[in-house]
């Protein structure tokens, strides 16, 4: 969405530490890795990070809803 707003500098947040991790790392799962790749490409400053599940309510929510 934001790549497609010309936007780039992207910001990662996840509830989920290993998320962060194996992102930070390069480690993404054999299914996204042409997605991550055409994705970093297009990006000139990605800021990984952890947060607190309560902090993370919109996607909580949407995660629920199987959106």
Do not use: C, P, Y
């Not at 500098?9 to 194996?22: C, H, I, T, W, Y």
């Not at 952890?50 to 902090?55: A, K, N, V």
């Amino acid at each position: 969405m934001g790549l497609a707003r010309g936007w780039d500098s992207l910001v990662v947040e996840s509830d989920s530490k290993a998320a962060v991790q194996a992102l930070q790392k390069n480690e993404v799962h054999w299914q996204f890795r042409t997605s991550w790749r055409k994705i970093m490409q297009r990006v000139k400053e990605l800021t990984l990070q952890t947060i607190w599940r309560e902090g993370n309510f919109a996607a909580d929510i949407a995660a629920k809803r199987g959106e």
